[in-house]
């Protein structure tokens, strides 16, 4: 359980994370997605205590970082796929840490082959990919075997063997009551891993919920409903079994049911409705949506008019 | 999930640390530099002794028996004894500033590296506390370069009486002196590997941090000697043999002024006359006034300001440790 309460990050004038709150419970996969300079990395590295939160707080199972008696088998930590020194071999990285907590050479030889780093274990790190980097830091987290995993961008660079190798660490530690928190700017990908996303913009938090209600949206099943009356419309619709979630317009996306039964349901209930639309985007549309305006770096124009209209890959 | 009892300890740190040392190619190539520099230097210096024989030291040396005045009493066989050890570890001031810079910089490499590469972020992780992960490097960085001071001066004390032995020199292996002489070299080497390292935690980036350790142990002093020569700032002057590098002449030197004094206790006095050693200087000033412009030979006070500085640089570091992001 990772727990978040107005958590601040200002560096001189910037405010890289400003008061986010969140709660990352265990035996879930909870994403973390946003933009670059969205803060994500920051919030990672305030709660692993690498950088101090200017203001408020953020806590592990109830203390925080530095409190940690036995921080590598309590909490498993990739923040940089370079957290390792070039000269030195993938193994002795791993013996070093290992000797921090008294874990043994059999430890260090079983993560360097749960990480499939068998053949270069005793090569020089400098000479690795991003991907056998990422597999490294991976191998490190996982070291002290911890209840809690936090990996940063933990996909990137890794071949497809890779990514559904990670894909499918983080689920199986989840299922064994872990708590996994991982970051990505890739909607597609945290769709196929996550069971709960939070979307950072701008050092806020901009969503947080089930991915389902994400993945409802785009799988074309969420309408959005605008009506005068939207607090009480909202409030029957979710006795009524359906997923509601206030737009920041105003607007309600439903899920769980199709636009003409909540058609039905409004006449039943003489609710006036000022707008009934399925709404029909791809994952990674309805994530640009919610992020368009809290993107710290635009991309220039393209002369291109193509929808980045990526589905969820298939699992 | 493994039940676990395991937790970071302070013996994990030290063994953490001694693994990422030895696992880097630098180490060992620096480390052996220092060794060969050492044995190679005495070794020089030896063979520049000649032969006892022609040895300015050997009353029976023709050209000193021919000398005008050579019918004066030549020096009690005692204090020769004592000039002869001073020559047998002549190598140990040159050796000892370049041993100093390399094992400093070794020192910086060790901690700066890490929050060049990254490296940094692993440790911290495994030691949230972090003042206990810079202790650590701390001490392996010291007992390392102890280690390697020691080997080097063994080494090139072993050659140089070897050599000078071959030449017929009477090299007096029993002498407390050169011991301490010994030591003071073995401490300072350590010293220099320590003092690396907090320069290394309190910049960071290694491109700032070496010339900043290189400078205060090589070219501090210089430039004290000159603004004070200078300017004529007499408190700048008294300054200088409080420098590392000073202090560091001071503890490793061999004290002959104190050797002789303790192989001739009746003869005239040999501390502080100014000219018995190289190492100390006491100036008259035209008021009457003492002014010693280097400390003497072999003190153990120089060793104790060299902790001192050592001190002093782990709180500035420990503070900088603690309280920056990494």
């Known amino acids: 359980m990772i727990e978040a309460t107005a958590l601040t990050k200002r560096y001189g004038s910037k405010t890289a994370v400003d008061g986010i709150s969140f709660t990352i419970r265990p035996g879930v996969v909870t994403g973390f997605l946003g933009p670059n300079g969205a803060g994500k990395s920051t919030t990672m590295r305030m709660i692993v205590g690498l950088h101090r939160p200017t203001s408020g707080a953020v806590t592990i199972d109830g203390r925080s970082y530095a409190q940690l008696r036995s921080p590598l088998t309590e909490v498993g930590i990739l923040l940089d796929a370079r957290a390792y020194h070039p000269g030195r071999s993938a193994r002795e990285h791993l013996r070093a840490l290992a000797a921090t907590h008294g874990l043994g050479r059999k430890r260090v030889d079983e993560v360097i082959g749960l990480a499939g780093l068998e053949s270069v274990a005793r090569k020089r790190a400098g000479g690795f990919s991003l991907g056998m980097g990422q597999r490294l830091g991976i191998a490190a987290a996982l070291l002290g075997d911890p209840h809690t995993l936090i990996l940063d961008e933990p996909v990137n660079g890794l071949d497809p063997e890779g990514v559904i190798w990670v894909r499918n660490l983080a689920r199986s530690l989840a299922a064994e009551g872990r708590t996994v928190f991982l970051s990505s700017h890739l909607m597609s990908e945290m769709a196929q891993t996550a069971d709960h996303v939070i979307v950072l913009g701008r050092g806020r938090v901009i969503a947080d919920a089930p991915i389902a209600e994400f993945t409802a949206q785009a799988s074309g099943t969420a309408v959005r409903v605008r009506s005068p009356h939207a607090p009480a419309l909202a409030d029957s619709l979710r006795r009524g079994g359906m997923g509601v979630t206030e737009q920041p317009d105003g607007a309600l996306l439903v899920t769980g049911t199709t636009a003409e039964a909540i058609g039905d349901f409004a006449a039943q209930h003489r609710v006036p409705l000022h707008e009934l639309t399925p709404v029909k985007s791809s994952l990674e549309e309805a994530y640009l949506e919610l992020t368009k305006d809290e993107v710290e770096y635009h991309s220039g124009a393209m002369p291109t008019d193509e929808p980045a209209a990526t589905e969820g890959m298939p699992a | ?326």
């Open chain 2, 1 to 326: 999930m493994t039940a676990i009892a395991h937790r970071v300890t302070f013996g994990g740190l030290l063994r953490s640390e001694w693994i990422k040392l030895f696992s880097l190619r630098t180490t060992w190539w620096l480390y052996a530099i220092t060794i060969v520099l050492f044995v190679g230097v005495a070794a020089l210096s030896a063979l520049s002794s000649g032969s006892w024989a022609s040895s300015y030291l050997n009353p029976e040396n023709p050209a000193i028996a021919a000398a005008p005045g050579a019918s004066a009493p030549s020096m009690p066989a005692a204090l020769v004894a004592v000039q002869v050890n001073a020559e047998l570890v002549r190598w140990a001031a040159p050796v000892l500033l370049f041993a100093a810079l390399v094992v400093s910089v070794l020192g910086v490499i060790a901690m700066a590296g890490e929050f060049g590469t990254g490296m940094i972020k692993s440790t911290f992780a495994a030691a949230p506390r972090r003042t206990d992960a810079l202790l650590s490097k701390l001490l392996v960085c010291f007992l390392a370069s102890v280690a390697t001071g020691a080997i080097g001066t063994l080494l090139a004390t072993a050659v140089s009486a070897g050599i000078m032995s071959a030449n017929g020199w009477a090299i007096d292996l029993a002498d407390p002196y050169l011991w301490r002489a010994l030591g003071g070299t073995i401490g300072y080497v350590g010293f220099a590997g320590a003092f690396g390292v907090l320069i290394g935690a309190l910049i960071r980036v290694q491109a700032g941090a070496i010339p900043t350790a290189i400078g205060i142990l090589l070219v501090l002093p210089t430039i004290v000697a000159l603004l004070s020569s200078l300017l004529d700032w007499n408190w700048l002057t008294n300054t200088a043999p409080f420098l590392p590098s000073n202090l560091g002449n001071s503890f490793a030197g061999y004290p002959t002024a104190e050797a002789m004094q303790a192989a001739d206790p009746d003869g005239s006095s040999y501390v502080g006359s100014g000219s018995a050693s190289p190492w100390l200087n006491v100036d008259q000033l035209d008021d009457g006034t003492e002014q010693v412009t280097r400390l003497s030979v072999g003190d153990a006070l120089a060793g104790l300001l060299l902790l001192a500085w050592l001190v002093i640089a782990w709180a500035f570091a420990q503070l900088v440790t603690k309280r920056n992001d990494a």
